[in-house]
């Protein structure tokens, strides 16, 4: 009985300790006190690169990757570090949350020296809440939902590509 209340005190505390760090990562990301490290950055290559440290959880999730990325190469003077948190952020908010065996488009365009990313899915539960509203603080897809995860993952990726004057 012992084990178990220290089983559960970690969790609770790894939970907070996590917690503690989104709200930093958030904060410092808000408030643009964040440092840049500009660099041309090959989009394309970035995404593969996240798709491929996550491939087994991709794999588990039951979702399958369709790319629809431009033909000319699409490069953008962006911060490689946060970046690649915007974007694997985004991938392990698919696997814990995108609806199994469906399809998850992602996009890649090139428009007028603007690049595009565009990463949607199917949620596996019915979302209950306004979709502007998925990128504030502590938003949930699901508003009953009490899994693991601080709520605090989109507005964080969010805050990252503001900081990078992107939107």
């Not at 907070?16 to 808000?30: K, N, P, V, W, Y």
């Not at 290559?45 to 699409?74: C, D, P, Y």
């Not at 365009?109 to 979709?131: A, C, G, H, M, Y």
């Not at 699901?142 to 503001?162: H, M, Y």
């Amino acid at each position: 009985e012992q084990q178990s209340y220290i089983d559960t005190l970690d969790k609770k505390s790894q939970r907070l300790r996590i917690l503690i760090e989104d709200l930093f990562e958030m904060s410092m990301a808000s408030s643009g006190s964040l440092s840049l490290h500009l660099a041309p950055i090959d989009l394309e290559a970035m995404i593969r690169q996240v798709e491929m440290e996550l491939e087994s959880e991709i794999q588990n999730s039951g979702v399958a990757l369709w790319h629809r990325f431009t033909k000319e190469r699409a490069v953008a003077y962006l911060d490689g570090e946060k970046t690649s948190r915007i974007f694997e952020n985004r991938f392990v908010n698919v696997i814990k949350y995108a609806m199994p065996g469906t399809r998850v488009y992602v996009d890649l365009s090139v428009q007028d020296e603007t690049v595009q990313v565009k990463i949607s899915n199917v949620s596996r539960e019915p979302l209950d809440f306004n979709p502007e509203d998925i990128t504030e603080r502590f938003a949930r897809g699901d508003r009953s939902r009490n899994t693991e995860g601080s709520g605090l993952g989109l507005a964080i990726a969010k805050s990252l590509v503001e900081l990078q004057n992107g939107k």
